[in-house]
């Protein structure tokens, strides 16, 4: 393995922690299950193209652009969740992912459709985005870390809880919830942009629902910002070792979603009603 390619898997790596650590935090503090996480990082990836084409120059401000679209995804998916629970929920944030990855197909003179957007500028070299990675990666550490500190933190997780007890407690339940996902938003669509550049290609399929699904393993898996960017250690090295096993194409790309999927079910069957914890704010 050559230098250079490890740093694009670490970069790769801090990529994917920042938007695993976003995850879940959606998870743990909003009981909101990320289904929709691929797509938010579409949404960031392809605030790069609409920046590009836009300064025609390679600069950091697609990075800006992408935590704003992110703020606005993260603020259109949670103000459904106000009303929804439960399946309810989950459906709506599936149903959220699928209209993202048609929009990504549909809205060609954006995204180019199937066919994608190659040639991305990067605004900075490998070692220069390995960088900028480790640097969001760090802000990411810190929000949950801030949260779990400050007294507004814990109202986040008492709101995604209880939210009569959010309520009762002086707190707006709802501009809580709201805020907790215009932040996650951001984080993952900021993790987008930087995908965008450091690939230098995107297209609908990078932001399907097996990205999705990957990123609620990690976040079902994670226990804490630690915990989380570990797991998606694993993810990243998935490939690499169902490469040395000699797999490759459409095989290997099964074979990850199949080992995703067993690791969700492994997850929700050791920690058995989890997922399913009824929500005291109906009790």
Known sequence: MTRDYMVHLLTVWAVLAVAAIAAELLLRQIRLVPFAAGGILGVGAYAVVITARATATPSWSGVLVAVIFGAVAGLLLGTP??????????????????????AFRNLTTITNGDLGIFAIASPASPNG???????????????PVLLSRVRGGAAVKVAGYDRVLAAAIGHDPRSLLLIATCITGSMIAAAGALHAYLISFVEPRQFGFSTSLALVTVAAIGSGPWSSAAAAGVIVALPEIIRAAGMVGEQAASLREIVNSIAVLAVIAIRSGWFGEPDRAEA
């Not at 009303?83 to 990855?101: D, F, K």
């Not at 985005?129 to 929000?143: E, G, N, R, Y």
Request: charged share 10%.
């Open 81 to 102: 969740m106000l009303w929804l629970r439960g399946e309810a929920a989950v459906i709506a944030v599936i149903g959220a992912q699928v209209a993202l990855e048609e």
């Open 129 to 143: 985005l390995l960088t900028a990675a480790f640097v969001l990666l760090a802000v990411a550490i810190a929000v």
